[in-house]
Antibody, heavy 130, light 108 residues
């Protein structure tokens, strides 16, 4: 079964740190870009960041709201994705989802690449409060 | 960043109704548009990618359309399990992915 399972959420104080993990199974993890998406209580979805696959040099990208505070990494030997969260703020309180990114290629005279998140975990809850 | 605006923000409908949700991008994104469904307490689920391609396993009553800045998600005949929140998401401006604010579909 293709799945991703997040862990590591919990309560942290403002200014504190947490490390989230995401364990993947049922697919070739190293082939895929992987994303973190969060959802604050009662709010919509917010993209946090991405780590690309080996073929894309493991490049990482993140949202402006977490830049310099959060670090995304992966370990293909363990089929795992990580999110190191430092300098936490109360506004980081959210459910954090790990998501697999897949790609579809179409040829319309030149190649076009469409990316989408097709496998999601159940999420892990992070609460930042004093 | 590209802003995605969905309308309406909420919608009441009945089982069997045809429903259309709109998503507008702040600039042209060609057809780099995905749709997700999220039920309370659950993770999002991919419905449509590349504006109109149906994800494997998704019922054919769901369809997507549009290009440029204006997109639609249509449910041809609502089933009870379709009452959920729907999000559009642009994948044009990689790496900066953005989602719409969501449309909550409720039972009338």
């Amino acid at each position: 079964e293709v799945q991703v399972v997040e862990s590591g959420g919990g309560l942290a104080q403002p200014g504190g740190s947490l490390r989230l993990s995401c364990a993947a199974s049922g697919f070739t993890f190293s082939d895929h870009n992987m994303d973190w998406v969060r959802q604050a209580p009662g709010k919509g979805l917010e993209w946090v960041g991405r780590t690309r696959n080996k073929g894309n040099s493991y490049t990482t990208e993140d949202a402006a709201s977490v830049k310099g505070r959060f670090t995304i990494s992966r370990d293909d030997s363990k089929n795992s994705l990580y999110l190191q969260m430092n300098s936490l703020k109360t506004e980081d309180t959210a459910v954090y989802y790990c998501a697999r990114e897949s790609k579809k290629e179409y040829y319309y005279g030149s190649w076009s690449y469409y990316y989408y998140m097709d496998v999601w975990g159940k999420g892990t809850t992070v609460t930042v409060s004093s | 960043d590209i802003q995605m605006t969905q309308s309406p923000s909420s919608l009441s409908a009945s089982v069997g109704d045809r429903v259309t949700i709109t998503c507008r991008a702040s600039q042209s994104i060609s057809n780099y548009l995905n749709w997700y469904q999220q039920k309370p307490g659950k993770a999002p689920n991919l419905l449509i990618y590349a504006a109109s391609s149906l994800q494997s396993g998704v019922p054919s009553r769901f369809s997507g359309g549009g290009s440029g800045t204006d997109f639609t998600l249509t449910i041809s005949s609502l089933h009870p399990e379709d009452f959920a929140t729907y999000y559009c998401q642009q994948s044009y401006s990689i790496p900066s992915i953005t989602f719409g604010q969501g449309t909550r579909l409720e039972i009338k």
